[in-house]
Every structure is written in structure tokens, then in C-alpha cells.
């Protein structure tokens, strides 16, 4: 007999963890990673500036972050074209996602989202007692009309879908999407997860009326600002629904170095548009390397690629733990028929070297055996 009592929701649920850090695994393995290509980071960087403003403000730390923050909010609402009270900021999306679930999930609620998708909603709508039902992707893409139709038929309070994708890097154009959203009906809401937006092709990023009460688009500073060590992303909505959230959130959650790197991140421009930039190229690379070793990549709109080891997931699996012992962090989707793939993020040049020399290598102890 233990000496505490947990609730009985925590009682049964499993010792879940979204995803394994690539520093847990170094503990594990005993040996650091030479190239670090599984978590989406951003290996280019945060903007100078943003670093600047870090160093600038460290000596303040002892003051809390501002509660509403302020003038990141106003200037992400000038930057999105919306005021600031349109705009929630978070501990990144992963936590903004949780006090989501926590706001509109209770016992037994249904929330509907892709087989093989982005984890992290399952993992809050699981903590708070909701239900999950999954749709499969089709094409490797996640399928809009049918989480739209699964939604309907079991009354679901929410939806979720990445656009880009992740893990795949497929995408839908904004047309499709804004289609999606004038099908929600009433009692139900879309969260879209914006995280890779800016890698995406134009056309990509939907036009939402910002008085519509149906959709959450989740942002963030982790991908392309380059700064998911300070955890720090936002909500686009609705006036009300962003005020819902004053309800629930850790209202000193958000550090003042978070806010002052994230504010001076997003007026750097230029490093972004070099960043992206850049992503692209590498994700041209990654494409030679996996064509020169007869291998597909998926098209992807963000900064990863999906390639396809052309068997099944046991082959892709191979794969990944002899890139894995030969010191290159990578990571796999988790269900079929995704995980025929393996996901690279993008990478340094030097980073993609040794993905060049390991790939080879991997691919024939994999066919070997
Ligand atoms: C990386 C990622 C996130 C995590 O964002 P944080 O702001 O770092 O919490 C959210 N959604 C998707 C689809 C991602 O790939």
C-alpha cells in the first residue's frame, strides 16, 4: 500500500511519455549523439538579435515576466493582423494545447485527430478524462473531410489537425482548409496547429475570420524562430475564447527572457526569411541523399522529411536504431502505415554528411539481416 492517493483518473493511466528526449536517450546509450536531427529543431538558430535581447535582459531575471505580456501580445497581433486581445501566449504549444483540453474536455468528451499524428494533444486529452477517436491519414496526408465526418458522428468538442503535418510534412492549401472550417458545426472546434507554417509554400496559411468561435490556430517560436529551449508559443481566436483561457493558465508561466527573445526573434525578419531559406536547401539534400541510396522522401512543407525505406515498419525501424548507433538522432512515426518511414529533421551541412555516410551503412545491415 502506497501512502498517498492520486485521483482515480490518474490511478489508470498509463506511464505515457509523448516522446523520449534525445538527452534521455544519451543517459541511456551512454554516448552523446553526434548529429541531433530528431525533435524539428532549429538548427540555424534563433535570430542574433533574439540572443542579444537574452543577454541583455539576463541580469533582470529576478523580476517575473509581465503577466499579459503585453507588448509581445500587441506586436503578434500586428504581426497576424488582429489585436491583442485575440492573442494567448504559452509555455509553447504543447502547453497552450493543454489548458485547451482543460478548458473544453471533461469525462467522456470526444476529441478527434489523426492516427499517427502529433502526440501531444492525445496525452492532455487523456490526462483530462476525454475520449480520443482516430482517423487514419490517407496518402500520408492527414484525411480532412473524414476527421470532419468522425467528428460529426460522435459529437466531438474537438479537432485537431496540423497543417503542415508532422511527422509526414504533407500539407493541405488554405482553400481546403477554410473549407474544413465552414463545415464545423456549431459546439465544435478545430485546433489547428500552425507550428511549421512558415516553411510552408504560399497559400498554405488559411484566412480565418477572427470573430469565428470554431477554430484555435497554435503557433510557435520552437520551429523556425529557433528557440524551443525558452518554450514560448501563442493562440490566435476569438476575443472570448482567448479570454477563457485567464481561467486556467499559469498566469506568471511565461519568463521574461521568453517574451523579450521572442519579441526581438519576431521582428528579425531576415533571419527568418535566411532561416527558411536554408531549410529548404538542407530538405533538398536530405531528398539527394535518399534518392542516391534508392530510397523516396514524402514532399514535405516544414523542416523535416519523411523518407520512405520502401518496406515495412520493421525494416524503417532497423534503420533508425543503426542511424541511432551510429550517433545520428533521428525519430520514426508510430503507426502504420507511416512508420514504413523515418523522419529526418534538417541538419547542418556537417550534420548531413554524416547522415550521408551513416545512411548506407544503416540501410545494409538493415537489408542484411
Ligand atoms: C514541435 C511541434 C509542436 C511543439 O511546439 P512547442 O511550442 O515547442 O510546444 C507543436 N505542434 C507540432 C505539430 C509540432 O511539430
Given at each position: 500500500m502506497t501512502s498517498y492517493e492520486t485521483t482515480q483518473l490518474v490511478r489508470n493511466l498509463p506511464k505515457t511519455v509523448p516522446f523520449i528526449g534525445p538527452e534521455v536517450q544519451e543517459r541511456?546509450?551512454?554516448?552523446?549523439?553526434?548529429?541531433?536531427?530528431?525533435?524539428?529543431?532549429?538548427?540555424?538558430?534563433?535570430?542574433?538579435?533574439?540572443?542579444?535581447?537574452?543577454?541583455?535582459?539576463?541580469?533582470?531575471?529576478?523580476m517575473y515576466g509581465d503577466s499579459e505580456a503585453h507588448e509581445l501580445r500587441q506586436m503578434l497581433g500586428q504581426h497576424n493582423g488582429v489585436s491583442l486581445e485575440n492573442i494567448m501566449v504559452g509555455g509553447g504549444i504543447d502547453e497552450l494545447?493543454?489548458?485547451?483540453v482543460r478548458i473544453f474536455v471533461e469525462n467522456g468528451d470526444v476529441v478527434v485527430t489523426s492516427l499517427g499524428a502529433y502526440p501531444t494533444l492525445n496525452y492532455h486529452v487523456v490526462g483530462y478524462g476525454g475520449h480520443l477517436v482516430f482517423v487514419p491519414y490517407s496518402n500520408d496526408h492527414e484525411?480532412?473531410?473524414?476527421?470532419?465526418?468522425?467528428?460529426?458522428?460522435?459529437?466531438?468538442?474537438?479537432?485537431?489537425?496540423?497543417?503542415?503535418?508532422?511527422?509526414?510534412?504533407?500539407?493541405?492549401?488554405?482553400?481546403?482548409?477554410?473549407?474544413?472550417?465552414?463545415?464545423?458545426?456549431?459546439?465544435?472546434?478545430?485546433?489547428?496547429?500552425?507550428?511549421?507554417?512558415?516553411?510552408?509554400?504560399?497559400?498554405?496559411?488559411?484566412?480565418?475570420?477572427?470573430?469565428n468561435t470554431r477554430v484555435l490556430r497554435f503557433r510557435t517560436f520552437s520551429k523556425a524562430y529557433g528557440l524551443?529551449?525558452?518554450?514560448?508559443?501563442?493562440?490566435?481566436?476569438?476575443?472570448?475564447?482567448i479570454g477563457e483561457f485567464d481561467k486556467v493558465r499559469n498566469h506568471f508561466g511565461v519568463g521574461r527572457l521568453a517574451q523579450e527573445a521572442a519579441l526581438s526573434a519576431l521582428l528579425d525578419k531576415e533571419h527568418l526569411r535566411l532561416v527558411v531559406g536554408k531549410v529548404e536547401e538542407a530538405r533538398q539534400r536530405i531528398t539527394r541523399i535518399s534518392l542516391e541510396n534508392g530510397l523516396s522522401v514524402i514532399d514535405s512543407a516544414a523542416n523535416f522529411v519523411a523518407i520512405d525505406c520502401g518496406s515495412d515498419s520493421s525494416f524503417a525501424k532497423m534503420v533508425l536504431?543503426?542511424?541511432i548507433n551510429q550517433d545520428i538522432f533521428v525519430?520514426?512515426?508510430?503507426?502504420?502505415?507511416?512508420?514504413?518511414?523515418i523522419r529526418i529533421s534538417v541538419g547542418l551541412d556537417s550534420d548531413l554528411d554524416l547522415l550521408s555516410k551513416a545512411l548506407p551503412k544503416a540501410l545494409n545491415i538493415a537489408r542484411g539481416s
Open positions: 541511456a546509450r551512454n554516448r552523446p549523439f553526434s548529429a541531433r536531427m530528431g525533435a524539428n529543431e532549429n538548427v540555424f538558430g534563433p535570430s542574433p538579435k533574439a540572443i542579444s535581447a537574452i543577454t541583455r535582459v539576463a541580469g533582470e531575471s529576478w494545447l493543454g489548458y485547451t484525411d480532412i473531410e473524414c476527421l470532419v465526418d468522425v467528428a460529426c458522428t460522435h459529437n466531438a468538442k474537438l479537432i485537431y489537425l496540423s497543417n503542415p503535418d508532422n511527422p509526414m510534412g504533407t500539407w493541405w492549401s488554405s482553400s481546403v482548409i477554410e473549407r474544413m472550417i465552414d463545415r464545423i458545426p456549431k459546439g465544435m472546434m478545430l485546433l489547428l496547429d500552425e507550428a511549421y507554417h512558415e516553411f510552408a509554400p504560399a497559400g498554405t496559411v488559411p484566412d480565418v475570420d477572427i470573430s524551443a529551449g525558452i518554450r514560448i508559443g501563442y493562440i490566435i481566436g476569438e476575443q472570448g475564447l536504431t543503426e542511424l525519430r520514426m512515426p508510430s503507426v502504420a502505415p507511416l512508420n514504413r518511414c
